[in-house]
Nanobody
Framework: QVQLMESGGGDVQAGGSLRLSCAASGSIFSTDARDWYRRAPGKQRELVAR???????TYSDSVKGRFTISSDGAKKTVYLQMNGLTPEDSGTYYC???????????????WGQGTQVTVSS
């Protein structure tokens, strides 16, 4: 069984920084994309950043230039460095891994439980 666990959320003032971590546990053969999503109250879930297996990264326009996604060499942890935070960045942040548990298995998506980020003005 694969589980994802986020950490690093909290309360911060506008202009501040936070670093989120998402650690995967369990047997993983291969990971494809590793994503950070967020959901703000009353809004739809938004894909914030993606780390591809190739190492390429993509960002939503709302965070580009302020957030940086990275992953460790073992590909079981993904980070989101968030700088220049604004109240609009508040919400629950979720990580998602698209992965294979075995060589012959299909790619499946796994989600973490979420970590809360609150940015005050």
């Amino acid at each position: 069984q694969v589980q994802l666990m986020e950490s690093g959320g909290g309360d911060v003032q506008a202009g501040g920084s936070l670093r989120l971590s998402c650690a995967a546990s369990g047997s993983i053969f291969s990971t494809d994309a590793r994503d950070w999503y967020r959901r703000a109250p009353g809004k739809q879930r938004e894909l914030v950043a993606r780390f591809y297996k190739s190492g390429r990264t993509t960002y939503s326009d709302s965070v580009k230039g302020r957030f940086t996604i990275s992953s460790d060499g073992a590909k079981k942890t993904v980070y989101l460095q968030m700088n220049g935070l604004t109240p609009e960045d508040s919400g629950t942040y979720y990580c998602q891994f698209r992965l294979q548990r075995t060589r012959s298995g299909n790619y499946e998506e796994y989600w973490g439980q979420g970590t809360q980020v609150t940015v005050s003005s």
